[in-house]
């Protein structure tokens, strides 16, 4: 092998390097897709977090929501139908943004984890889960 011939091998292999390198880097671009403006633009979901479980009892239960984002108008609070927590009211905390108040009435509750959602009457859903446990006051 003379000198040219070397020269043109090194040139070659050297093509061949970065085109080995080129190819590897397009198939990481394609197994780890980078996010588009739709996904960009999807808010993360909103929650809501109450402290503590919330007592199974005959006299209305008083606890404090807070949810992580803001909804617009009115407060409302639900629960699923099986849980047996009615709500009697979800008053905003003006004190606290992003906490609302929630009278409920969970003499006919069931313990377990439910699901809560506070939604705005004019746009906006936050959604968490409660404890619900049996309180010392449940008649039999």
């Known amino acids: 092998m003379n000198v040219k011939q070397a020269k043109q091998a090194g040139m070659i292999g050297a093509v061949a390097v970065a085109l080995v ?3 590897a880097l397009a198939g990481a671009r394609a197994t780890d897709p980078e ?6 633009l999807v808010p993360a979901a909103c929650t809501v977090q109450v402290a503590g479980a919330i007592p199974i009892q005959t006299e209305p239960v008083v606890i404090k929501a807070s949810h992580s984002e803001p909804i ?6 639900l629960f699923p139908v099986e849980s047996g ?5 979800a008053v905003p905390v003006e004190a606290e943004p992003l906490t609302v108040s929630l009278t409920l009435r969970t003499a006919q509750a069931q313990a ?3 699901d809560l959602t506070i939604a705005g009457t004019n746009g906006g859903e936050c959604r968490g889960k409660v404890k619900v446990q049996a309180g010392s006051d449940v008649p039999n």
Do not use: K, Q, R, Y
């Not at 996010?35 to 960009?40: M, Q, V």
């Not at 617009?72 to 609070?77: K, L, N, R, S, V």
């Not at 927590?85 to 009211?89: A, G, M």
């Open 35 to 40: 996010p588009t403006l739709a996904t960009a």
């Open 21 to 23: 390198a080129m190819l």
């Open 72 to 77: 617009e108008g009115e407060p409302t609070a």
């Open 112 to 114: 377990g984890d439910w």
């Open 85 to 89: 927590i009615e709500v009697v009211s």
